[in-house]
């Protein structure tokens, strides 16, 4: 269900529920199409992005419905000129609904500065396939450590 080319996927690739979710979620986010993402994610949906307190969710009760991921969008997506995914493993068993992804993410914003970050993200499904949870497990310092600026020019 990729359809980015910012999404590398070198991990197993089986249709599962899951697993479809989140590819599906990557593609929204690098193309940068908050209407496509927010199909992902049933109505009453709980995104934690980072897992526990963060300058996206200071309280770290996780961002609720398509409001509250919508509004998370604007303050950690959108600012982003370009993501690129890198997907080096994913565990999904069969049956279940729900999947966890380990990658790593640049973020380049429109000066050309960017930021890396690892993480794992897990994702649990409704019975329709979208996203009910996703929790990315990262730690915000490591990212900020990881800013390069932008190379001056000539």
């Given at each position: 269900?990729?359809?980015?080319?910012?999404?590398?996927?070198?991990?197993?690739?089986?249709?599962?529920?899951?697993?479809?979710?989140?590819?599906?979620?990557?593609?929204?986010?690098?193309?940068?199409?908050?209407?496509?993402?927010?199909?992902?994610?049933?109505?009453?949906?709980?995104?934690?992005?980072?897992?526990?307190?963060?300058?996206?969710?200071?309280?770290?009760?996780?961002?609720?419905?398509?409001?509250g991921i919508s509004a998370f969008w604007e303050k950690a997506i959108?600012?982003?000129?370009?993501?690129?995914?890198?997907?080096?493993?994913?565990?999904?068993?069969?049956?279940?609904?729900?999947?966890?992804?380990?990658?790593?993410?640049?973020?380049?914003?429109?000066?050309?500065?960017?930021?890396?970050?690892?993480?794992?993200?897990?994702?649990?499904?409704?019975?329709?396939?979208?996203?009910?949870?996703?929790?990315?497990?990262?730690?915000?310092?490591?990212?900020m450590a990881s800013f390069t600026s932008a190379s001056p020019t000539?």
């Amino acid at each position: 269900m990729i359809t980015s080319d910012a999404i590398v996927w070198n991990a197993p690739n089986d249709p599962h529920p899951a697993r479809t979710a989140s590819q599906r979620s990557y593609s929204a986010v690098a193309k940068g199409d908050l209407a496509e993402w927010l199909t992902v994610y049933a109505e009453d949906a709980v995104l934690e992005d980072p897992v526990g307190p963060s300058m996206f969710d200071p309280e770290g009760a996780g961002h609720h419905g398509h409001a509250g991921i919508s509004a998370f969008w604007e303050k950690a997506i959108a600012p982003i000129d370009t993501f690129e995914f890198t997907i080096t493993d994913s565990f999904a068993n069969p049956g279940s609904n729900t999947c966890a992804n380990i990658g790593r993410i640049k973020t380049s914003f429109a000066d050309g500065s960017h930021t890396t970050t690892d993480l794992i993200m897990v994702y649990v499904v409704d019975d329709e396939g979208r996203v009910k949870s996703m929790k990315a497990f990262w730690e915000p310092e490591r990212t900020m450590a990881s800013f390069t600026s932008a190379s001056p020019t000539a």
